[in-house]
């Protein structure tokens, strides 16, 4: 064999050699997160061959199809959960919405007047609705968020002070709730309800703040504060008492004046698609008018309840 025949000879082999790897190729599948791509050696390669391919070949990873999910990534399953938290938190609060309404405060060291007003908040946290306290000029706390945790089966109390420090405290009831009958023989709300500062290594100072309704229409809050490990000593007492409709409980329900939202006595009439509703405050007026079809779906539910 000559030179040049040579060079065609050896030509022609490489020029198989690359037929043979385009065959042994697969054909390119579209992308397809849900079909898993199965590719077949062919049955000439040797197997040192094909373990370094398996090296070299970039591996396709599949994340795990999520069934029942929206689009928002909420899964069915934690929304039902999250409305399920939801109920437990205005059923723990329930007793509490006595507080609902403006009151004026009469702090008796600092001898200040000054105006505030509880309302529900359905809005910031859905999971964990809340009874949020404003007080613009309040000496000692200027707003509140009192909720529930369901798991830990504990109140919070998150407050702002004047001076803008954020503090969050945990706590239960240390008097329980009773209805005892009054001086006008309607029912009157009594509790206790003692909050307290978790210890932390950044602070060496700890507030108590106790919220004791004495009738439903007076309360104080007691502030209480120690430094170290010392005892909590009375920073100061703030006697509240409600302006405006009195939210006196009574032998059966409020009727036809029950709020669509909280249950409790509706004193604002809202209205959807001709029909009125009542809300206890502005804040179930704000959470029925965001969305009302809710709010009515859920009011009805529980009358069918009732009356099963």
């Not at 709020?259 to 809300?279: A, E, F, N, R």
């Amino acid at each position: 064999m000559n030179r040049s025949t040579t060079r065609w000879y050896l030509a022609s082999l490489g020029l198989i050699g690359l037929i043979g790897c385009q065959q042994a190729t697969p054909p390119v599948s579209p992308a397809n997160d849900a079909v898993t791509v199965v590719t077949e050696s062919p049955t000439n390669a040797s197997p040192s061959s094909m373990e370094t391919a398996a090296q070299e070949a970039p591996k396709r990873r599949y994340g795990p199809v999520q069934l029942g999910s929206s689009s928002s990534g909420t899964s069915t399953t934690e929304a039902t959960s999250a409305a399920g938290a939801s109920e437990d938190v205005v059923a723990a609060l329930q007793p509490l919405q006595v507080l609902l309404g403006k009151w004026t405060g009469n702090a008796r060291k600092a001898a200040q007047l000054h105006e505030q007003e509880w309302i529900w908040d359905f809005q910031t946290d859905p999971a964990h609705p809340a009874l949020t306290l404003a007080a613009e000029k309040g000496t000692y706390i200027r707003s509140g968020r009192l909720s529930y945790d369901p798991g830990s089966k504990e109140f919070s109390f998150q407050m702002t002070t004047p001076e803008g420090v954020e503090r969050k405290l945990i706590g239960e009831f240390t008097e329980p709730v009773e209805d005892v009958a009054g001086d006008d023989k309607k029912l009157q709300r009594t509790y206790k309800l003692t909050l307290q500062e978790p210890s932390s290594a950044e602070s060496n100072e700890q507030w108590q703040v106790a919220f004791h309704q004495l009738e439903n229409n007076r309360y104080l809050v007691e502030i209480d504060r120690r430094r170290g490990s010392g005892p909590y000593q009375r920073v100061d007492t703030i006697h509240s008492q409600r302006e405006g409709t009195s939210f006196a409980l009574s032998d059966s329900d409020y009727g036809d004046k029950t709020c669509i939202i909280s249950q409790g006595l509706g004193t604002i009439t809202v209205s959807y698609q001709g029909k009125s509703y009542y809300v206890c405050c502005t804040g179930c007026k704000a959470a029925f008018e965001d969305d009302p079809a809710k709010w009515i779906a859920k009011w009805e539910a529980k009358q069918k309840e009732m009356k099963q």
